[in-house]
């Protein structure tokens, strides 16, 4: 059992390092969810092609009956050549795992006097996002589902973190995919978060805007999160500050929004030429960190597509719902809205049917929320003024965007990727984006970038000396 001992630290003085280990095994170990691995690990193929007779990375034995959750007897993946392809959509299951001494049975020798990290997969799920690869649209699509989703587990009401501790990767996976409305788990990934810092730091740090200060104390498990707004470089340990911190008004939901943002960061800055040089070395490092019953061969088919993914096909979702409660007079749930979540299954997921209960909504009848990221009021009241103008009526400015942006964002918050494309024809200018990082209380969020300060789509339009308009959080 490995234990970590965690120490405060401040970021701001001191620089990511990284140590040499040694080449171990070639392996392609795929770590998606929590952190991105998988995306980080995707262009790695090359060096591990000679290693798919490697020994399989599966760290937990699984019944018969556990197995058969899995599709494991239909093909996922072909040889091309030297490397293997993917042969069909396939749906992953990430989960990523936080488990301390007090909640295994096996206790350290040394009484630490705290509760440490263990590495474990057992336990609690930390992070749970259903990924699929589709071959057929070349998107890879990532639904990340809250810990504190209301469902049903063993006949009881409960929190679908605990399927996980319950009954390991094969209750999880038929948690989710019930959930979901049937939606078929092909394969499944565990990550324990202690390969995660380790990972980070393989790679040398990850940069990241940090959206406000994060500062949190737990001295019952030497959790000291310390930092700062801005633009960071985050080693590991400040990687997983970053990742785990969830005390504020959004609890888990505003932390999924950050693990979004963590993970377009780490692919735009992991999959670089000069960090393949280096995969072998990474993989080697978490290797004992990762349990999968996806075979090397199914690896190397998985992170090839994913190296080939273009940016504005990554599609970033979660899963619909609305907070139960205040937090602090009761168990706080993330109620599943399953009208929503059918409609993106049949979308993003490719199952069953769309639900016509309620008409489409109209592009103009979408609620639009502005944030501003340059500081010019002027360019928010052109916004409004814009919008209106093309027959948009559901506005509202919420809090500013604390990094100044070079081009607009046009987030598809509910994973309204053709309202949002509508939205962006009307505009003509500006990126969308499907994610859920914008204002939770939105259909589309703007992200006002430079770009409009200095655009002017319409002639027609006109600033006014007052426009009226409401703030919303």
């Known amino acids: 059992m490995s234990v970590k ?7 701001t003085q001191q620089k990511p390092s990284v140590k040499k280990k040694p080449n171990g095994l070639n392996w392609l170990l795929i770590s998606l969810g929590l952190t991105g691995v998988s995306l980080a690990s995707a262009a790695a193929g090359a060096f591990i092609a000679v290693s798919l007779s490697a020994t399989p990375l599966q760290q937990s034995s699984l019944t018969p009956e556990q197995e058969e959750v899995f599709s494991k007897d239909e093909a996922i993946s072909y040889k091309n050549l030297r ?52 071959p057929l649209s070349n998107k890879l699509s990532l639904l990340s589902i809250p810990r504190d989703t209301q469902t049903t587990i063993n006949y009881e009401l409960k929190k679908i973190n605990e399927a996980n501790y319950y009954g390991g990767p094969s209750l999880a996976a038929e948690t989710v995919s019930e959930l979901l409305g049937g939606v078929p788990v092909d394969r499944y990934v565990r990550v324990n978060i202690q390969g995660v810092e380790k990972v980070i730091d393989a790679l040398g740090g990850v940069t990241v805007y940090v959206p406000k200060d994060l500062k949190y104390t737990d001295h019952s498990q030497h959790l000291y999160i310390d930092l700062k707004e801005g633009e960071q470089h985050l080693d590991g340990a400040e990687a997983v500050s970053f990742l785990r911190f969830r005390h504020d008004r959004y609890g888990d939901i505003g932390r999924v929004q950050r693990q979004q943002t963590f993970m377009r960061a780490l692919v735009e800055q992991a999959l670089k030429p000069q960090t393949l040089l280096r995969m072998p070395e990474i993989l080697s490092i978490i290797s004992s960190y990762i349990d999968t019953n996806l075979t090397v061969e199914e690896l190397v088919a998985l992170s090839g597509f994913a190296s080939q993914t273009k940016r504005s096909n990554v599609q970033m979702l979660m899963l619909p719902g609305r907070f139960s409660g205040d937090g602090k007079h009761e168990i706080s749930y993330w109620l599943p809205n399953s009208y929503q979540i059918k409609n993106m299954v049949a979308e993003y997921f490719d199952h069953g049917q769309p639900s016509f209960e309620v008409e489409p909504t109209k592009p103009t009848n979408l609620k ?41 964002r046009i987030v598809a918050q509910s994973g309204d990727d053709l309202g949002a494309a509508t939205l962006r024809a009307d505009l003509g200018i500006g990126e969308v984006l499907v994610e859920s990082t914008g204002n939770l209380a939105s259909d589309i969020t703007i992200v006002l970038g430079q770009d409009w300060q200095n655009y002017f789509p319409d002639s027609s339009v006109r600033v006014q000396e007052t426009t009226s308009f409401t703030t919303q959080n």
Request: no cysteine; glycine share 4%; hydrophobic share 35%.
């Open 368 to 408: 639009i929320a502005i944030q501003d990221s340059t500081e010019d009021p002027e360019a928010v009241r052109r916004m409004i003024n814009y919008l209106r103008e093309a027959g948009y009526r559901r506005i509202f400015v919420s809090d500013e965007w604390p990094q100044t942006l070079e081009t607009t």
């Open 83 to 134: 490397l293997p392809e993917l042969s069909r959509p396939v749906n992953v299951l990430v989960l990523g795992t936080k488990v301390l001494t007090s909640e295994v049975d096996e206790k350290p020798i040394e009484d630490l006097g705290y509760h440490a990290l263990v590495n474990s997969f057992k336990g609690l799920s930390d992070t749970m996002v259903l990924v699929r690869f589709d």
């Open 5 to 11: 001992k965690t120490h405060p630290k401040n970021h």
